[in-house]
């Protein structure tokens, strides 16, 4: 599932459900219902956001086989275990809150 963001200062912003969930806790704001995000509130959200930590979240490594199938014709890409922070992964949402604060337009989710 998604949630999406939406302002009449920008498109809208799908955001995976996990990755929603965590940026709008970040803001103490609630995933569950629809929400806004006032003008007023965007420094503070854009101050939070952007201190948010770099660091990707710790998971355990993933087990590999030593010995690969021959018949396997997947290509991994270099980069495909390398996790992306909370931080990145809200940038998206950073330049909305931005355009939306010089526009004066609140943002909206779960409408």
Do not use: C, N
């Not at 302002?7 to 709008?24: E, H, K």
């Amino acid at each position: 599932m998604a949630i999406k963001f939406k302002s009449q200062a920008t498109g809208d912003l799908v955001m995976v459900q996990a990755t929603a969930q965590a940026v709008l806790a970040l803001l103490g704001k609630s995933p569950d219902g629809p929400g806004i995000l006032e003008p007023a509130d965007m420094a503070g959200a854009l101050a939070a956001l952007r201190g948010a930590s770099d660091e990707a979240p710790k998971t355990a490594p993933k087990e590999r086989s030593s010995d690969p199938d021959p018949d396997d014709d997947r290509i991994d890409p270099p980069f495909a275990d390398e996790p992306v922070s909370l931080r990145k992964h809200a940038y998206p949402l950073i330049l909305m809150i931005e355009r939306a604060q010089a526009a004066g337009k609140p943002i909206v989710w779960g409408v």
